[in-house]
Antibody, heavy 117, light 107 residues
Framework: EVQLVESGGGVVQPGGSLRLSCAAS????????MHWVRQSPEKGLVWVCR????????NYADSVRGRFTISRDNAKSTLSLQMNSLRAEDTALYYC??????????WGQGTVVTVSS | EIVMTQSPATLSVSPGERATLSCRAS??????LVWYQQKPGQAPRLLIY???TRATGVPARFSGSGSGTEFSLTISSLQSEDFAVYYC?????????FGLGTKVEIK
């Protein structure tokens, strides 16, 4: 059974940093693109970034490029998101997602990030 | 960026009735269109991909159609467990975008 379990969310002040993690199990982690997708009442579902199977290629939404970094450790089946220079508009529920041919097949339950002073 | 527009925002339907949800893309996306269902407190669930292919385990009462810029999701006979929010999403480019969703509520 595919499982994705996020952790690392919390409350952080504007300008601060946070690192999210996603523990994957039940599949060959290195064989799949992985993504972070966030959801907030204001903006709905928003794709944030993705990384390919071996970690050599990444893409970012304009809103986070230069501030967020996605990475993976295939030996530990772990996906990470380093978030720097956080803003109030980054407040959201962050999902770790596995994709297949562009569709988001499996989602974790999410971890909440709140940026507030 | 391709903008996905869903309508209506809310659809009030009685159990057993048919529901049709619409999704429009701001430019042609061929059939690179996915539908998700989300219930309160849960992550989105993949329903339909390739505009019309049901994901594993999705009941046959769910069907998708369309290509280019106009798409629809039809639930032929609404069951109690189908009341939820439905989102469309394109993957025609690597900059994936979602619609704002249609909430299907009990009439």
């Amino acid at each position: 059974e595919v499982q994705l379990v996020e952790s690392g969310g919390g409350v952080v002040q504007p300008g601060g940093s946070l690192r999210l993690s996603c523990a994957a199990s039940g599949f060959t982690f290195s064989g799949y693109y992985m993504h972070w997708v966030r959801q907030s009442p204001e903006k709905g579902l928003v794709w944030v970034c993705r990384i390919n199977g071996d970690g050599s290629s990444t893409n970012y939404a304009d809103s986070v490029r230069g501030r967020f970094t996605i990475s993976r450790d295939n030996a530990k089946s772990t996906l990470s998101l380093q978030m720097n220079s956080l803003r109030a508009e980054d407040t959201a529920l962050y999902y770790c997602v596995r994709s297949e041919s562009g569709r988001f097949e499996y989602w974790g339950q999410g971890t909440v990030v709140t940026v507030s002073s | 960026e391709i903008v996905m527009t869903q309508s209506p925002a809310t659809l009030s339907v009685s159990p057993g009735e048919r529901a049709t949800l619409s999704c429009r893309a701001s430019q042609s996306i061929s059939t690179n269109l996915v539908w998700y269902q989300q219930k309160p407190g849960q992550a989105p669930r993949l329903l339909i991909y390739g505009a019309s292919t049901r994901a594993t385990g999705v009941p046959a009462r769910f069907s998708g159609s369309g290509s280019g810029t106009e798409f629809s999701l039809t639930i032929s006979s609404l069951q109690s467990e189908d009341f939820a929010v439905y989102y469309c999403q394109h993957h025609a480019t690597w900059l994936w975008t979602f619609g704002l969703g249609t909430k299907v509520e009990i009439k």
